[in-house]
């Protein structure tokens, strides 16, 4: 017997938050050299909204939605992309690509003691192994001295950690949210109103906006994979694991996406992998074997919070 058509669409869902968006740090990074971070994340975002809904058009897909669930889209869109993304891409231009994605391996973490915090919610003792297990890791990454003295990668450092950490919360705040019930729906307006607020950020700062035709043919294409894979297809799945399974079994993303960022930072930009940061990589995956050791493809059962 096959596996059940859920149990499948969420493997492939899982699929494409750990390996699609282990790529988008290499884009991003690939992009930024050349375009503003803000403007980027903004053309990024705004694209693809629109591309989503034309798509629904297309599909018969309703897109209606009502007063409390576009307030929620906005507060979404803005804790996931426009703080969330926007400045995480702003820190590129000073953190190696690997790094900031290992960085945000520390995701998990939070997101279970925001659990503990804010709803009072048990840490069983095979997560708490992966807490101590993924500590233990984003130690050994920051403790290099030869990767911490370079310019700028304190600040881009501390702005990623206050990034990931909105996008914990923001994770929470989904899983109990009243959006629109359709996932593709959702992902459209959580990247219009993400997009419109990084364009007001990006306009507030002065960045300045160009025609995609004058950009490098590295740039336009980095820029094609993060609206169609990093930002439609990932970003749906994203949305879609968030309502099946709890927060920080979604949250795992985290662990894998630094592997493959790694790998593709040193393999197309030349980025050093140290000894010590392929430790923490192989320490923090050990993570999530035990935070998702109570469950399996297999039993994926998990509801999302509020439900």
């Not at 869109?77 to 391996?105: H, R």
């Not at 925001?114 to 708490?128: F, G, P």
């Not at 709890?246 to 960022?261: D, F, L, Q, R």
């Amino acid at each position: 017997m096959g596996l059940p058509r859920k149990t499948v669409v969420i493997i492939l869902a899982f699929f494409a938050i750990y390996v699609i968006w282990g790529s988008t740090y290499l884009l991003n990074k690939i992009a930024v050299s050349e375009l503003p971070a803000f403007k980027l994340a903004a053309i990024r975002f705004i694209v693809a909204g629109l591309l989503i809904f034309g798509i629904a058009k297309i599909l018969k897909i309703s897109i209606a939605i009502t007063t409390e669930q576009l307030k929620n889209t906005i507060i979404s869109g803005f804790l996931f992309l426009t703080f969330g993304n926007g400045v995480v891409v702003w820190s590129l231009n000073y953190v190696d690509s690997g790094f900031a994605a290992l960085e945000i391996s520390a995701q998990p973490l939070v997101v279970l003691i925001l659990m503990r915090i804010l709803q009072r919610k048990k840490i069983s003792a095979m997560s708490l192994i992966g807490v101590v297990l993924g500590f233990t890791g984003i130690f050994l990454l920051v403790s290099q001295k030869q990767l911490i003295r370079q310019e700028g990668q304190i600040t881009g450092m501390i702005l990623i950690f206050v990034c990931m950490t909105s996008w914990a919360y923001a994770s929470i705040f989904v899983g109990k949210a009243n959006l629109p019930k359709n996932a593709f729906v959702n992902t459209g307006y959580q990247m219009l109103m993400g997009g419109f607020m990084l364009a007001i950020v990006s306009f507030c700062l002065g960045e300045t906006w160009s025609s995609p035709l004058t950009w490098s043919t590295k740039v336009q294409w980095s820029m094609l994979g993060l609206t169609l894979f990093g930002s439609i297809v990932a970003f749906t799945a994203f949305n879609y694991l968030l309502k099946e399974v709890s927060p920080e079994k979604v949250a795992t993303s985290t662990y894998v996406n630094p592997i493959i960022a790694l790998i593709l930072g040193w393999w197309v930009l030349n980025e050093q992998i140290t000894l010590q940061s392929i430790i923490a990589a192989v320490i923090l995956l050990t993570g999530v074997y035990f935070i998702n050791s109570k469950r399996t493809f297999k039993t994926f059962k998990l509801r999302g919070i509020g439900r």
